[in-house]
């Protein structure tokens, strides 16, 4: 399984965009990025997930460089709410692989009025 | 309404005990995990399950157990053997390599 680096922790304000940006240098061809949020005393939960160029939905947007060795998750316009812990995960296939999943430290976002 | 389900939501245990976690999912997934989360960090992985009557060692293993006798169920048993028990207990499930869905979490304390 790549190993991933992120940023133990950010600061932002609310209103603005915010970007966490994850290193995998040994990330393999068949690796997807995914994104978990997790709130103090609750389970993680989903964000996104892609495996090249920009992906967006309606909380986030995921881009990936063409070489897929970092990630960037963006947040757009974050508020209170926001303030959380964010894991970037790789590995989490969707060619069904249901092996392990490894979860980094995470980055600790704090977002302030 | 389909989830995961984990109880009890608050845990305490005496020393020299073993306590079993329950963690169990209406989703049809195949696969389950167990992680242990300390104030302030990360989630480590401690026992996973792809199939039934099967599962595998994560990276904190010892000291804890598990069994995997229906495809909705994945309890864990924390024995006397493990030296410090406190902390944040989360399952999680899956399927087909899809992203992971977590219970609400055990929180077991030792007194």
């Known amino acids: 399984l790549a190993k991933t680096t992120q940023p133990i922790s950010m600061d932002s304000y609310e209103g603005q965009e915010v970007n966490i940006t994850c290193s995998h240098n040994?990330?393999?061809?068949?690796?997807?990025i995914t994104w978990y949020q997790q709130f103090p005393s609750q389970g993680p939960r989903f964000i996104i997930q892609g495996y090249k160029t920009k992906v967006t939905n309606e909380v986030a947007s995921l881009f990936i460089p063409a070489d897929r060795k970092s990630s960037t998750l963006s947040l757009p316009r974050v508020s209170l709410s926001d303030t959380a812990v964010y894991y970037c995960l790789v590995g989490e296939s969707r060619r069904g692989s249901q092996g392990n999943l490894i979860f980094g430290k995470g980055t600790k976002l704090s977002v302030k009025p | 309404d389909g989830g995961i389900t984990q109880s009890p939501k608050y845990l305490f245990r005496k020393e020299g005990q073993n306590v079993t976690l329950s963690c169990e999912q209406n989703l049809n997934h195949d696969a389950m995990y167990w992680y242990r989360q300390d104030p302030g960090q990360g989630l480590r992985l401690i026992y996973y399950?792809?199939?039934?009557?099967?599962?595998q060692k994560g990276d904190i293993a010892e000291g804890y157990s598990v069994s995997r006798e229906k495809k909705e169920s994945f309890p864990l048993t924390v024995t006397s053997a493990q030296k410090n028990p406190t902390a944040f207990y989360l399952c999680a499930s899956r399927t087909g390599g899809e992203s992971a869905f977590f219970g609400q979490g055990t929180r077991l304390t030792v007194v």
């Open positions: 399950s792809q199939i039934v009557n099967d599962f």
């Open positions: 040994n990330i393999a061809t068949n690796d997807y």
